[in-house]
């Protein structure tokens, strides 16, 4: 009789049965480790986000909802991206984040054959929030708060508590009654998986980043990025514009500069916007060197050895006041320099002297 239960209760056949409502926890509120040393913050903050970043794509024209694929398959380029199911809504509950998924003839049968009883969201990290905060043992760690659900994936193998299993076991041996779906005893743990990304990219918070380049305030949403995009591409093309005339008006002054070397003014132009450095460098070598002025005019320089010889005779001051009056009467009726009126002051006293 044992040996009769025994064979019974191995060949029995075992279903498992969806929640029938059709809506799966798939991310508790909480903060959680994950193999990178980063904290994942799911919280209230993190869950509007995701459901506002859903709404929003689900309003484009023939959205098909997210995708629900077999062990994070289609994160691989090799694996086939098989659906299991589709996620058509989201909830945020008292408890997490809810998803209304739609299953694939495949993902029923995961789900209804025990195959698998898992989920593990997937965020890319440049989808979240990122800081760096002391943990509970007072290590400084990177802090990741999701604002948008990329994907889920059906797992057996989650490293993340707290959330209820995707179906609950209903047992059927020959002659036993049916079992409805069991207590929360069947504890599970989801695992939560970052979508990986390049290497440039896996310490960059793209959305915060994108803000800071751009002057806008945190909570500046799509349009308000969109509109200051515009804005500096617009500024970016007359600046451009502005910097295309300069130099269209430097080479024309470059043009003028050297006219007596140039012979073709359209070759020597395009030259000059295209290497003004070197172009100038080649018209100068062009150009016959400057004679050098002389070190020495004896001309211009030449020395009053007159005033200089120790036997000049001493000059006579009342004369020189005689010249310099006369200067002055010149200068003011003639309207002339000082220099002149002083040389013709000078000429009337040797003429009245010669006389």
Not at 71 to 90: C, E, F, K, M, N
Not at 308 to 324: F, G, I, N, W
Request: aromatic share 6%; charged share 20%.
């Amino acid at each position: 009789m044992r040996f009769l239960n025994f064979f019974n209760i191995m060949n029995s056949t075992t279903t498992f049965q969806p929640v029938p409502d059709g809506w799966f926890h798939i991310a508790p509120h909480g903060t959680f480790p994950h193999p990178t040393s980063a904290l994942q913050v799911i919280d209230a903050e993190a869950c509007e986000a995701m459901l506002g970043t859903f709404n929003e794509e689900a309003r484009r024209p023939n959205f098909p909802g997210l995708l629900v694929d077999f062990d994070h398959a289609s994160h691989d380029p090799a694996q086939p991206t098989t659906a299991a199911g589709w996620i058509g809504g989201l909830e945020h509950r008292g408890d997490g984040l809810y998803a209304q998924i739609r299953w694939s003839d495949l993902g029923h049968q995961a789900l209804t054959g025990g195959r698998y009883r898992l989920a593990s969201p997937v965020w890319n990290r440049a989808d979240c929030d990122q800081w760096t905060a002391a943990a509970t043992d007072g290590r400084e760690v990177m802090h990741l708060r999701p604002r948008r659900l990329d994907r889920l994936a059906l797992t057996n193998d989650p490293n993340l508590p707290g959330l209820m299993p995707l179906s609950n076991r209903r047992e059927k041996v020959e002659g036993k009654k049916e079992k409805g779906p069991t207590s929360g005893t069947d504890s599970v743990e989801p695992t939560f998986s970052l979508n990986p990304l390049p290497l440039h990219l896996q310490n960059m918070n793209l959305r915060t980043e994108i803000i800071q380049q751009l002057h806008l305030p945190g909570t500046a949403g799509v349009p308000e990025m969109v509109e200051a995009l515009r804005a500096q591409t617009a500024e970016l093309a007359a600046l451009r514009n502005r910097c295309a005339q300069f130099a269209e008006a430097q080479v024309e002054s470059d043009l003028e500069r050297f006219a007596d070397v140039i012979t073709n003014r359209d070759v020597v132009r395009a030259q000059l916007l295209a290497n003004r450095d070197g172009t100038l460098a080649l018209l100068n070598a062009l150009r016959a060197p400057e004679i050098p002025a002389p070190l020495h005019q004896p001309r211009l320089h030449r020395p009053n050895l007159h005033l200089l010889s120790p036997l000049a005779p001493e000059p006579d001051s009342a004369a020189a006041r005689k010249v310099a009056n006369r200067a002055r009467q010149l200068q003011s009726q003639l309207k002339i320099g000082h220099h002149a009126a002083f040389r013709m002051a000078e000429g009337e006293a040797m003429e009245a002297e010669t006389a």
